[in-house]
């Protein structure tokens, strides 16, 4: 009898460690899907994400839809010993007073939330290797359409990447995500540091 109380308690203890190790890592999951980046983060993933880049692809130009990403790509493009032109979109979030809908001079993508303004100089730069990059990828579908116009308009598709700093499950498994991604999260429940994920 005492051998089989002895066995019960290490098969409950070894059943304990090894639940106490999984829900340890989900919990580690969910915190980090949750947490706020921080400026340090975002050197950090500049730093990775632009060692992958100089393996892999070397960009000659940027776009980035909005001042959100253009202050990640400023920072992906000080990893680089060349200069590499960053052209920024103008975008309005629809439900503000004062959205821009309509701009001269640029090319305009529209979604349920946003006007995305896009400036026509870009298209001057059609042979070049063009990289597009944002703060988050929620879908997948944003970036995509993105990288969709300037096919249409000219670009040569072998020659764009993608790039975001966070990317969601959902655009992975869809097969939208970005090229590049350092994060990968649940949902835009988290923070960078110029305001929550959108």
Do not use: C
């Amino acid at each position: 009898m005492a051998d089989l109380l002895t066995y019960f308690f290490i098969i409950t203890t070894i059943l304990g460690l090894i639940l106490t190790v999984y829900y340890g890592r989900k919990s580690r999951e969910l915190e980090k899907s949750r947490k706020k980046l921080e400026w340090a983060d975002l050197q950090a993933s500049a730093n990775d994400l632009g060692a992958k880049l100089k393996k892999q692809f070397k960009p000659r130009i940027v776009f980035t839809p909005g001042l959100r990403g253009a202050t990640f790509a400023n920072l992906l493009l000080n990893e680089f010993d060349y200069e590499i032109p960053i052209f920024v979109g103008v975008s309005s979030w629809k439900d503000n007073k004062g959205a821009v809908s309509a701009l001269t001079g640029f090319m305009l993508i529209e979604t349920k939330k946003w006007y995305v303004h896009i400036p026509e100089s870009i298209l001057d730069f059609k042979e070049e290797h063009l990289l597009i990059v944002d703060d988050f990828a929620m879908s997948g579908d944003f970036i995509e359409r993105v990288r969709e116009l300037f096919i249409a308009r000219g670009f040569d598709g072998k020659n764009i990447k993608t790039m975001s700093i966070a990317t969601t499950r959902v655009a992975i498994h869809n097969h939208k995500a970005p090229d590049y991604y350092w994060m990968e999260t649940i949902d835009d429940s988290f923070y960078f540091p110029w305001g929550k994920a959108k």
